[in-house]
Each structure stands twice: as structure tokens, then as C-alpha cells.
């Protein structure tokens, strides 16, 4: 059985101290919870001090982004190896924000994703496909050409301990989360390829999460969908309260 994840991906918003103060809120509104396991990715600049502020709690600390050489003359970027030292455990990589507005692709994705396994941070490989694939009809396939390259070279015991979130893009920030049956046939169809791809024991184990306007109000109907393994949320996130919700609407 696969422990459902619940992570809040806060995208430009907060602050350091913003970020502190939510850290403080959210690991006591938190404390009691059991079986789902919990990561906000703030921006770069809080995320040291973030993973301070839930040190010993059960909030574990992402990155949003991240590059793929260990060091050197790359002027803005940050590695994975960077990251983890300032307390990072997991990394979002391929958000369709990175894809559409700062020109990751496929290829990219995947050597961010190797360089995070690379340094010990859990990827969280963003797919999805946009309204106009929707309508198509070319979900599945571009389903199935994201998971090939942006997890090309992945041995199957790397890809039981990753994380892969589907997010439709037409869902995102839009208030228009997908249908509990769209977001069940996407998850179905992802699962399929990774045993087809990666085996049998690694497809079980490797998370698939659902991201696009979840809320407090529609995670239940999400999760009970035998292969949503739990959510990446943005705006829903950014107050504890409301991402408590989610958290403890992801555990009934
Ligand atoms: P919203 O929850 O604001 O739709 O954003 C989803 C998302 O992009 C999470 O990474």
C-alpha cells in the first residue's frame, strides 16, 4: 500500500519570515496526523529556514526547481547537492510553469530529475497535457512521451522511491480541478506504462500524485481514486489551515 503524499507547492508566494510563520502554524495544526506524509516547497530564499522550523516535525521540505550540474559558472542556478545541505528533501521538477513560461522539456526535465536522485532529494516529476491536447484527444500520448523522456534512464529501484504528480494544465490555478474519473483514467493510464516501463514491484510503489485546484472540498473524491497517491497543491496551500484540511482530507 502506497503512503499518500500531500505537498504544497507555494510557487512566488511567501517570504522568509511569511514562510516561518506558516512552518510554526503548520507542524502544530499537523502533529497528530498519521499515514500521509507532508512537504511544502517554498522558494529558494526560505528554504533553509523553513527546514529549521520543521526540524523533528512531520513536514518534510522541498525545492520547486532545480539545476542539474553540481556546481560551477551558471549564473541564478542552484543545485541539487545545494538544496539538500539547506535542508531540501524533495524537488519539483518539470512544473508545466517551468515548462511553458522558462523552456524545460523533456530532456531537461530528466537531468534535473537525475542530478536530484544523484544528491539523495526526492523528484517530483511534473506531467500533463494542456486544453488543446485535451481536446485532441492526445492526452495519453503526450502522457506517454513525458514519462518515457523525462524518466528516461531511471532503474526501476529509483523509480519506486520517486514521486510523479499529474497535472493537467488546464487545471492549474483555474479553479477547475479535473473530474475524480479524468484525474482515475490519467492515473491508470501512468500506472500501466510504469509496470509496462519500470515492473511490476516499482510501478506499485512509485507515487503518482493529482495537481490542478485541489481543495479541502474536492481531495476526498481525488484520493479515493485507486491510483491518486495524493496532491500537489498550490494555492490551496499557502494558508496551514486550509492545506491541514487537505492533509487530513487525504487520510479517510
Ligand atoms: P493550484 O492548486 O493553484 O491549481 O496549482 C496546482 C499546481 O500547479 C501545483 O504545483
Known amino acids: 500500500m502506497r503512503k499518500p503524499l500531500i505537498a504544497g507547492n507555494f510557487k512566488m508566494y511567501k517570504s522568509v519570515p511569511e514562510t516561518v510563520a506558516y512552518l510554526i502554524e503548520l507542524r502544530a495544526l499537523a502533529k ?21 522550523a520543521a526540524r523533528d516535525s512531520n513536514v518534510a521540505i522541498g525545492a520547486q526547481h532545480v539545476h542539474w550540474e553540481r556546481e560551477g559558472a551558471f549564473t541564478g542556478e542552484v543545485s541539487a547537492a545545494m538544496l539538500f545541505v539547506a535542508g531540501a528533501r524533495y524537488v519539483i521538477v518539470g512544473h508545466s510553469e517551468r515548462r511553458t513560461l522558462f523552456g524545460d522539456t523533456n530532456a531537461t526535465v530528466n537531468k534535473r530529475m537525475h542530478a536530484a536522485i544523484t544528491a539523495a532529494l526526492v523528484p517530483i516529476v511534473c506531467i500533463g497535457e494542456t486544453l488543446e491536447q485535451r481536446d485532441r484527444n492526445e492526452t495519453l500520448a503526450v502522457l506517454d512521451r513525458q514519462i518515457k523522456e523525462s524518466l528516461d534512464g531511471v532503474t526501476g529501484e529509483q523509480l519506486a522511491g520517486m514521486v510523479l504528480a499529474y497535472e493537467p494544465v488546464w487545471a492549474i490555478g483555474t479553479g477547475r480541478n479535473a473530474t475524480p474519473a479524468q484525474a482515475g483514467e490519467a492515473h491508470f493510464h501512468i500506472r500501466q506504462r510504469l509496470k509496462q516501463w519500470f515492473g511490476l514491484e516499482a510501478a506499485e510503489q512509485c507515487r503518482v500524485l493529482y495537481g490542478g485546484s485541489v481543495k479541502p472540498d474536492n481531495i476526498a473524491k481525488l484520493i479515493a481514486e485507486p491510483d491518486v497517491d495524493g496532491a500537489l497543491v498550490g494555492g490551496a496551500s499557502l494558508d496551514a489551515k486550509s492545506f491541514l484540511a487537505i492533509i487530513t482530507g487525504a487520510t479517510v
Open 32 to 52: 497528530e496526523v498519521r499515514g500521509v506524509d507532508i512537504v511544502v516547497a517554498p522558494p529558494f530564499t526560505a528554504i533553509h529556514a523553513a527546514a529549521a
